[in-house]
Every structure is written in structure tokens, then in C-alpha cells.
């Protein structure tokens, strides 16, 4: 199976912020790749796929960026509903897996 | 506007099966992969496995040996269950619609629509 690596597990940020998390695949999975958000209670919800279009309905302050191994999702100037728990995951191959998320913190 | 809405037994003793039906109302049923993903408490989320419309199914190997995904498209349902529970299995249990994209002549995933979730406790 592919490992997914998010960096970092958890961190505090600011509203205004421009914050940026990383995901690491084990091995090439091209830009096959998924984020979401997931707030306390709640289904996750799909932010992005193919590791750079942006889900109908989502703000354009999220972005993301990458292929192959490295993947980046930017947050570019944080607002309070961004506080949550956003996970990276694979669609290259099966079985799919997921980071183990990201946890963004209110400083 | 495609809601999905899940049910089952939330409280199992060891040994017992899980047994989760998640239903597509306000959209179509077929042309897609239909999930099933599960999340300890306090932890990340974890792929089970998926169906589509025809019954074809990809599980995860760790699961593999004893989890079964049906449909029903009469119903526009799926379901899952998962066999010989542990305190393991306990955690929230959520179904998904896997939506494909065209994006540069090749077809990319995501889970855009989610059940509510359901909370299974493995207990004695």
C-alpha cells in the first residue's frame, strides 16, 4: 500500500495567515491525489482532486499544488471556518489511503 | 441535490457482524463507486472499500477477509458488513460517492458526497 505523509501533524496559525501543508506520497502516484477538510462532528469534505482543481464551491483561497510525491495544499489568508482537520488522499492505486491529517489550531 | 443517508446498529458485542446501509437519493445511482470509510475515535480515516452499480468491488487487504460490500439498485442502496467485530472496528463509519473528473484527458477521484456518519461501538 501507498503511505501518505502530512507534514505537519498539527500547528497554530492566525486569521490572515497564509498557511501551507504538506503530503508526502511513498511512491509516485502522479497527480492522483485528493484533500479535504474535516471540522469536529462532521463528514470530511472534498477541497481539491487531481491535485490541483479545486471542487465546485470551494473558496479560491484554498489551492493546491504538486505531482509525483510532493503536494502542497495553501490556505492563503485563513478565516475563521478553516480551523479543521484537512487530510491528503491517494487515488493512484489500491488499496486508497490517506494521511494521517493535519490538525490547523486558533493561535 | 444528492444526499446520502446511512443506518445500522451502532452497539455490537465481539464476534457479532457490523451491518451499515447507506442510500442515494436525488441523483444517480450507476456511473459511479460508491465507499465505505471508517474513523476511530480520535484518528484519521481509513479506506474500507467500494462498489459500483454492476456489484464490481475493491476492498482493502487489511479488511479484505472480512468485509463484504452489496448493492441494491432497485433501492439505490449499498451496504457493508464486516464480519467477527473487535473494540478494533469501533468507530464512526461513513459512506461516500466516489465522483470521477476529466481533467486533461485523464480521469481523476474524489469523495464529494458523504453520509452523516454512524457511530458502531464494539463492546462486551
Known amino acids: 500500500a501507498i503511505r501518505m505523509t502530512q507534514s505537519p501533524s498539527s500547528f497554530s496559525a492566525s486569521t490572515g495567515d497564509r498557511v501551507t501543508i504538506t503530503c508526502r506520497a511513498s511512491?509516485?502516484?502522479?497527480?492522483?491525489l485528493a484533500w479535504y477538510q474535516q471540522k469536529p462532528g462532521k463528514a470530511p469534505k472534498l477541497l481539491i482532486y487531481?491535485?490541483?482543481t479545486l471542487q465546485s464551491g470551494v473558496p479560491s483561497r484554498f489551492s493546491g499544488s504538486g505531482s509525483g510525491t510532493d503536494f502542497t495544499l495553501t490556505i492563503s489568508c485563513l478565516q475563521s471556518e478553516d480551523f479543521a482537520t484537512y487530510y491528503c488522499?491517494?487515488?493512484?492505486?489500491?488499496?486508497?489511503?490517506f494521511g494521517q491529517g493535519t490538525k490547523l489550531e486558533i493561535k | 441535490q444528492v444526499q446520502l443517508q446511512q443506518w445500522g446498529a451502532g452497539l455490537l458485542k465481539p464476534s457479532e457482524t457490523l451491518s451499515l446501509t447507506c442510500a442515494v437519493y436525488?441523483?444517480?445511482?450507476?456511473?459511479?463507486?460508491w465507499s465505505w470509510i471508517r474513523q476511530p475515535p480520535g484518528k484519521g480515516l481509513e479506506w474500507i472499500g467500494e462498489?459500483?452499480?454492476?456489484?464490481?468491488?475493491n476492498y482493502n487487504p487489511s479488511l479484505k477477509s472480512r468485509v463484504t460490500i452489496s448493492v441494491d439498485t432497485s433501492k439505490n442502496q449499498f451496504s457493508l458488513k464486516l464480519s467477527s467485530v473487535t473494540a478494533a472496528d469501533t468507530a464512526v463509519y461513513y459512506c461516500?460517492?466516489?465522483?470521477?473528473?476529466?481533467?486533461?484527458?485523464?480521469?481523476?477521484?474524489?469523495?464529494?458526497?458523504w453520509g452523516q456518519g454512524t457511530t458502531v461501538t464494539v463492546s462486551s
Open positions: 461516500a460517492r466516489v465522483a470521477s473528473a476529466l481533467v486533461t484527458d485523464r480521469y481523476y477521484y474524489g469523495m464529494d458526497v
Open positions: 436525488g441523483g444517480s445511482f450507476s456511473g459511479y463507486y
Open positions: 462498489i459500483n452499480h454492476s456489484g464490481s468491488t
Open positions: 511512491q509516485g502516484i502522479s497527480s492522483y
Open positions: 487531481a491535485a490541483s
Open positions: 488522499q491517494q487515488y493512484y492505486s489500491y488499496p486508497r489511503t
